[in-house]
């Protein structure tokens, strides 16, 4: 009887590690994607700024030119 109790008790903690592992994997990948979203965000802003400053800059440019 004791044996078995200790099987289910283990089989138990197990199954709880596992979804626990689970669990911690999907945050993880939900952590990369907003990462990896945050820093495509930062890339457009960039861009955006640069090309922004480039129409200012261009017509000065071409009027010196």
Known sequence: M???VG???QTLQTAD???AAIA???RRRVHERRAV???RAERA???ARTE???RRR???TAAAG
Do not use: V
Request: glycine share 4%; net charge neutral.
């Open 7 to 9: 099987y289910i008790a």
């Open 45 to 47: 802003a960039r861009t």
């Open 58 to 60: 261009r017509p000065t």
């Open 37 to 39: 979203e945050a820093e």
């Open 2 to 4: 004791n044996l078995a």
């Open 52 to 54: 922004r400053a480039g």
């Open 17 to 19: 590690e596992r979804e």
């Open 24 to 26: 911690n994997e999907r």
